[in-house]
């Protein structure tokens, strides 16, 4: 220790500090003390009482302290004590401890001779919370470039996009009716440059808009169940528009998304065949469902809606078509698999059943619209209730039937005369429902109500195997 000069006389610090004392103040000021022997074994060594590593370096004492060491700091602990036997001014040194049982950790120590036997003695601070806040410092530092990049990524392709479509967009804020964004295509319409937009007033761009009005009737629009358009009139090149909102929020601000079109590229050229086949959509006499390839109804008319007693479209759109089919899946199933497989089916007898639960016998043709950009069925209904009672009521039996069947009286028993016309009649049926099913067997069963083994019996019965290889089970 160096003598103080204090009032004209040399005081001693050890004399005025006592020895315990000093080394509490240097134990809490540095984590670590550490005493040296000449040779580098540990004579002493005492950790701060909070320190994590406090019971791994209280058995370095006895050991030689370049054990505890890595190896890159074995030569900068050995380069200091070389240094400190040369008399030359030494500053702090970081070395690495190393243990079996904990990961490695940096100290940085003072080195300071002591007189007593040349011991060293090693004052050190604990360098791992520094190490610590310098990785999270990097981790932060790499997440927000990160975010940086990803930022840049999405403005890039935000502003390729808005600049690449020909679509005319507009973004602007509800809360000050300002533009906040334009892509070119917009400009044009408006008669200005995209720069120019981006800040100015959206409702100045027309002509009899104030602010407000015209912020307040396009928040009103994009809310709209009904989705109407909002007709203006530009101001600078007089022409009219009419803008298709749609509001949304971002970072807590609500935002309008306006697509801009020119009014006379807005409204298609009248068409009268759509025209007309709008009004036999709505007011025809046959009930007509579109439904999606799974078989979903997506649309229906009001013929429908009274054929299955529905009070609304609600209550049938979004329900599978089958809900409405007393055989249900069966039916569906032909129906869908057979126009999607051929592109139509003509004249399919079966049941609707309606919300009530009531039946009514119709027949069914059903049409792919696989050209559109999303395919559709649609299947046209007409009630069969009249038919059918003419059926039972034996009109349909015509006098060239009954002649033919009397033609068979005397030449045959009656025995024969009926098996033989009920094997025609299956004949016929067993054809039929393989020529709606596009001969798949297993459909066929089930639309005749026979289990398969039962129609392979009567279609070899009636040698029809052969004109049927081809059947899909």
């Not at 240094?83 to 079996?100: F, I």
């Not at 400009?187 to 912020?215: S, Y």
């Not at 090149?237 to 009419?242: C, N, S, W």
Request: hydrophobic content about 40%; charged content about 25%.
């Amino acid at each position: 220790m160096n003598p103080k000069t204090d009032g004209g006389r040399s005081h001693s610090v050890g004399r005025l500090v006592p020895s315990e004392l000093a080394q509490r103040i240097i134990t809490e000021a540095y984590e670590i003390v550490v005493v040296l022997e000449r040779d580098g074994v540990v004579r002493l060594a005492t950790v701060h009482e909070d320190q994590p590593v406090r019971s791994h370096v209280g058995v370095w004492v006895g050991q030689d302290f370049r054990s505890t060491l890595t190896i890159e700091s074995v030569e900068k602990f050995d380069a200091q004590l070389a240094l400190m036997s040369e008399g030359a001014a030494l500053r702090p040194v970081e070395l690495n401890h190393r243990g079996e049982a904990i990961p490695e950790f940096p100290v940085s120590y003072r080195f300071h001779a002591l007189p007593e036997e040349g011991r060293v003695l090693l004052l050190g601070r604990d360098l791992r919370p520094i190490a610590e806040m310098q990785q999270q410092l990097i981790q932060s530092q790499l997440s927000l470039e990160q975010d940086y990049e990803e930022r840049r990524q999405f403005e890039t392709r935000y502003r390729v996009l808005m600049e690449g479509t020909r679509t005319a967009v507009i973004f602007v804020s509800v809360a000050t009716g300002r533009i906040i964004d334009a892509n070119r295509a917009a400009a044009q319409i408006l008669g200005t440059e995209a720069e120019d937009l981006v800040g100015a007033a959206f409702a100045q761009e027309f002509e009899g808009r104030r602010r407000g009005e015209l912020t307040e009737a396009l928040t009103s629009s994009a809310v709209s169940s009904s989705l109407l358009p909002v007709d203006l009139t530009v101001r600078r090149v007089r022409r009219r528009v009419v803008l298709y909102p749609s509001l949304f929020r971002a970072a807590g601000e609500r935002l309008l998304l306006c697509r801009l079109e020119r009014f006379d590229l807005s409204e298609p050229a009248p068409d009268a065949l759509a025209d007309r086949l709008s009004a036999f959509y709505h007011d025809g006499i046959d009930a007509i469902a579109f439904v999606d390839p799974t078989g979903i109804v997506e649309a229906a008319n009001e013929a429908f809606l009274s054929l299955v007693d529905s009070p609304h479209g609600g209550a049938v759109t979004g329900r599978p078509i089958a809900d409405f089919l007393t055989r249900g899946v069966l039916d569906a199933r032909v129906l869908l698999d057979t126009s999607q497989r051929t592109g139509f089916l003509r004249a399919y007898s079966a049941r609707i059943v309606g919300l009530s639960g009531a039946q009514v016998p119709v027949e069914i043709s059903a049409t792919f619209l696989k050209d559109n950009a999303k395919p559709q069925v649609v299947l046209v209904m007409r009630d069969a209730s009249r038919l059918e009672v003419a059926r039972r009521s034996g009109v349909a039996v015509t006098e060239s039937s009954v002649r033919s069947v009397m033609d068979l009286v005397g030449s045959a028993s009656l025995k024969d005369i009926v098996a033989e016309t009920t094997d025609v009649v299956e004949k016929l049926c067993i054809s039929t429902a393989l020529e709606l099913t596009r001969n798949n067997r297993m459909a066929a069963a089930d639309l005749l109500g026979l289990s398969r083994q039962s129609l392979y019996v009567k279609l070899r019965k009636f040698e029809m195997i052969e004109t049927d290889h081809d059947a899909e089970d």
